[in-house]
């Protein structure tokens, strides 16, 4: 079945830096979503790609779809203490959404 | 409204008692799921409801029972439960479960099991 790999795993930033976290499926995607869980909370829908190449802004968060639609990378700039926790994204497979492992991101001050 | 609301927060329970999980959604949502997360783990999918009918059981043991009373009620009655149930249950709603839907979670109840 469809798989759903997310690297890092942990994602250690200084206030300010950048990161990237990536997502990689083993068959091409309809669409892929992406979520945050702040510590102690729930998953919160961030957004939906859909289209091949799609690239989507949100402030300082940037996604992208890969053109084969197998691929997505979250971009964050200027990293803040308000982007801590864990990032996941997810694909659809057949009837259900499949996670990545998540993206757990600490930020020291 | 973009809100799943779920009742209790917390639950602490012997492996003897019966306890339910209560969810709502007002969205209008056709689909509804049951998640069980562990710590520093994805969401796992456990129940899915499509219009009131159980459509997918994730081969979930027993002693989990799910029950969708109307379109925005979700229950998971507990029974017999083991230590390593203990999780954060999650409830969320889609549109109508279709592939491009996305999924609203609510804010989950944190499960003890003694």
């Known amino acids: 079945g469809q798989q759903v790999m997310q690297i890092p795993q942990y994602q250690h930033v200084q206030e300010g830096e950048d990161f990237t976290t990536y997502c990689n499926s083993s068959t091409t995607l309809s669409n892929i979503q992406w979520y945050k869980q702040r510590p102690g909370g729930h998953p919160v829908f961030l957004i939906q790609?859909?289209?091949?190449?799609e690239v989507k802004k949100q402030k300082r968060l940037t996604f992208q779809f890969g053109e084969a639609k197998k691929n997505s990378s979250l971009h964050i700039t200027a990293t803040q203490t308000t982007d801590v926790g864990t990032y996941f994204c997810?694909?659809?497979?057949?009837?259900?959404?499949?996670f990545g492992a998540g993206t757990t991101v600490t930020v020291r001050a | 409204d973009t809100e799943v609301t779920q009742t209790p927060k917390h639950l602490v329970m012997g492996m003897t008692n019966k306890k339910s999980l209560k969810c709502e959604q007002h969205m209008g949502h056709r689909a509804m799921y049951w998640y069980k997360q562990k710590a520093k783990k994805p969401p796992e999918l456990m129940f899915v409801y499509s219009y009131e009918k159980l459509s997918i059981n994730e081969s979930v043991p027993s002693r989990f029972s799910p029950e969708c009373p109307n379109s925005s009620l979700l229950n998971l009655h507990l029974h017999a439960l083991q230590p390593e149930d203990s999780a954060l249950y999650l409830c969320?709603?889609?549109?109508?479960?279709?592939?491009?839907?996305?999924?609203?979670f609510g804010p989950g109840t944190r499960l003890t099991v003694l």
């Open positions: 969320a709603s889609a549109l109508a479960g279709e592939r491009t839907d996305t999924q609203y």
């Open positions: 997810a694909g659809p497979n057949d009837y259900k959404l499949s």
């Open positions: 790609l859909v289209k091949s190449g």
